[in-house]
Nanobody
């Protein structure tokens, strides 16, 4: 079945940077829009960023706009999330997701999900 595997999480001080990576297998990667979501303890999972199949359009939650950058490499079946100027409120489990809405940059309705990677930002 489809596999999405996130990596790159960890502990970082406020103001620091991390780069998350999501490797996809058993799907035609370029036929999917890709997204990142996060879930903090006691909170619902929330949209972070999305990217169209071609990489030519992106969308970001207001809380991360200007600090996070989503990108993809269709040749490597990989989607990245570069996170700069991290804040303690960015602490969460970050999930990679794939959507059949390849031409869109959806904020919901994703078809496949990874297991998540923990990001902890200390103050």
């Amino acid at each position: 079945q489809v596999q999405l595997v996130e990596s790159g999480g960890g502990l970082v001080q406020a103001g620091g940077s991390l780069r998350l990576s999501c490797s996809a297998s058993r799907l035609t990667f370029s036929s999917y829009a890709m997204g990142w979501f996060r879930q903090a303890p006691g909170k619902e999972r929330e949209f972070v960023a999305a990217i169209k199949w071609s990489g030519t359009r992106t969308d970001y939650a207001d809380s991360v706009k200007g600090r996070f950058t989503i990108s993809r490499d269709n040749a490597k079946n990989t989607v990245l999330l570069q996170m700069n100027s991290l804040k303690p409120e960015d602490t969460a489990v970050y999930y990679c997701a794939a959507s059949r809405d390849a031409f869109g940059i959806p904020r919901s309705g994703y078809d496949y999900w990874g297991q998540g990677t923990q990001v902890t930002v200390s103050s």
